[in-house]
């Protein structure tokens, strides 16, 4: 086999549940019939590995120092969701009338594996907290065991500098991913999303 | 979201079996985890794209204008097994030990989608039988409709130049695709071939 050819395949493994077999087809699927797509591919690969970095605000992936949504005029700054992965955030934005702002961990307590509050940007949150502009902190991780301790973590963080934290209203399918639940599901439970007490 | 992050989802739809989901998934696992692997992927794209072309002789993918396995002179130029993909191809050659060459057709016969036999070079297939080099054609095409007209068509065009076709022994599943055979059919089926009469 072509030696550019083997690379492609081999690099093509980088992507998420793609095996040996997967790359290989999507190689000659590539150069047979799909040329012009591959090298956009290549392109908007280059271009976003190169220039997306992270919102200086709510660390979200953004390719200006402060993204579209934390500089928005129009958004309600009182209200701050806090989220484990940009794409939890986006299924949010898409499924939800929800007009705060928000804040993502990049994933979630887990003293194990290493991932503490540092790690997740908790020093920030809370010196923009402490900044007061903040009423209410809605805690939007997954209903894992991770995320529910990341979210009673939170909760305290929140009270500390007088802040109400909230969550949205049970209903997610425990154990499953935010990221894949359907938009009524999630649109409920952010409508009737509860304080947390105690 | 970040226009490029947008760019990136929609260039990656571009690979088989990838949809919006599957796509941002992609795209937030490269951002998250592998920028290296992701700009190792965009140059690999970039190359494979602009520097793969086919083979003069064999017509598969091949970044020379000869292939390795064609210009090899450890291999048996007396049999050429036709295939109908490069895929095709890579699977006989790491299943069995032929030590023949081959030809691609990057397709099959299908009057009805406009693929006639020019459409599959085979009138330069034609040409390379009548060298009078060639003394044995293994019709490896798929076992499908289209696949065993395409076949049919090959042992009439091998007879016409005096050369004997054959083709790998039934056992493989019908209705299948060649590629996703196991090794152990495909080497047995490439073992009891039989020639084809009539």
Do not use: W
Not at 123 to 151: K, S, W
Request: net charge negative; hydrophobic share 35%; aromatic share 4%.
């Amino acid at each position: 086999m072509s030696a550019l050819l083997e690379q492609l395949i081999d690099a093509l493994r980088v992507l998420p549940g793609v095996g040996q077999k997967s790359a290989q087809r999507m190689a000659y699927h590539l150069l047979e019939r799909q040329r012009d797509g591959g090298r956009r591919l290549s392109e908007a690969l280059e271009a976003a590995m190169s220039r997306i970095g992270n919102c200086g605000r709510c660390r979200d992936f953004s390719e200006t120092p402060v993204c579209p949504v934390c500089a928005s005029a129009s958004r309600d700054a009182q209200v701050l969701c806090v989220v484990e992965t940009p794409a939890d955030r986006l299924a949010i934005e898409q499924a939800t009338d929800f007009r705060g702002l928000y804040f993502v961990l990049h994933g979630r307590l887990s003293p194990l594996d290493g991932i503490g509050p540092r790690e997740l940007g908790l020093d920030g949150l809370g010196t923009r907290l402490a900044e007061g502009e903040v009423r209410e902190l809605i805690v939007a991780t997954n209903p894992t065991v991770e995320g529910e301790a990341t979210a009673h973590y939170l909760a305290q963080l929140a009270r500390q500098h007088g802040v109400r934290p909230s969550r949205p209203a049970h209903g997610l399918p425990l154990g499953g991913e935010l990221e894949y639940v359907d938009r009524g599901t999630l649109s409920h439970a952010f409508g009737s999303r509860s304080d947390i007490t105690g």
